[in-house]
């Protein structure tokens, strides 16, 4: 009876720790893990002497383009936490390093990891008022839409690397 017992217990402590995790983390999180490595791989390739690089005036340099893509993470997710992002909080806008630029870009994506883990279903399929007007988005819809914006301005970084002569990370999606 006792061993019956614990592995009642077992079980229900095994389903339980399994399902601590939301289908949406489960299926987004390893993308979004794969997206971090390939964007910090495509930052890391960039010799720090090209982060100013910018292939024409109305460009953006290199640098700029990854502290675009991390105030944007910053901008979307507040319309899922309601909070401010405050991995932006003691870098300077531009000029950054690129050790401070790498650091930047991974205290956002961390962030994002550490919402996307404490997302429940339930509430990823919660409407948010977005600043578009006429646009219906979710809160899952807005983690997809930061990876698309993510997506964009990563691909404007392969064409920097190769305009610079530097063959670009191989592509990490899977």
Same mark, same amino acid.
């Given at each position: 009876?006792?061993?019956?017992?614990?592995?009642?217990?077992?079980?229900?402590?095994?389903?339980?720790?399994? *399902?601590?995790?939301?289908?949406?983390?489960?299926?987004?999180?390893?993308?979004?893990?794969?997206?971090?490595?390939?964007?910090?791989?495509?930052?890391?390739?960039?010799?720090?002497?090209?982060?100013?690089?910018?292939?024409?005036?109305?460009?953006?340099?290199?640098?700029?383009?990854?502290? *675009?893509?991390?105030?944007?993470?910053?901008?979307?997710?507040?319309?899922?936490?309601?909070?401010?992002?405050?991995?932006?909080? !003691?870098?300077?806008?531009?000029?950054?390093?690129?050790?401070?630029?790498?650091?930047?870009?991974?205290?956002?994506?961390?962030?994002?990891?550490?919402?996307?883990?404490?997302?429940?279903?339930?509430?990823?399929? *919660?409407?948010v008022k977005f600043f578009a007007k006429n646009v219906a988005m979710t809160k899952k !819809?807005?983690?997809?839409?930061?990876?698309? *914006?993510?997506?964009?301005?990563?691909?404007?970084?392969?064409?920097?690397?190769?305009?610079?002569?530097?063959?670009?990370?191989?592509?990490?999606?899977?």
């Open positions: 009876m006792n061993t019956r017992l614990l592995l009642i217990i077992v079980f229900c402590i095994v389903g339980v720790s399994a *399902h601590s995790q939301s289908n949406f983390a489960i299926e987004f999180g390893p993308v979004w893990q794969r997206a971090k490595t390939y964007t910090i791989k495509m930052a890391e390739a960039m010799p720090e002497k090209f982060y100013q690089y910018k292939p024409t005036k109305d460009a953006k340099t290199f640098e700029e383009e990854l502290t *675009h893509i991390t105030n944007n993470i910053g901008f979307l997710q507040y319309y899922v936490t309601g909070v401010k992002a405050n991995f932006l909080d !003691g870098f300077k806008k531009t000029g950054k390093s690129k050790s401070e630029t790498l650091s930047m870009l991974n205290k956002a994506f961390d962030a994002i990891t550490q919402q996307i883990e404490k997302l429940q279903d339930k509430e990823a399929k *919660h409407s !819809g807005i983690y997809y839409l930061i990876r698309d *914006h993510l997506t964009h301005h990563r691909a404007q970084l392969v064409v920097y690397l190769r305009l610079k002569g530097i063959k670009p990370p191989r592509y990490v999606g899977w």
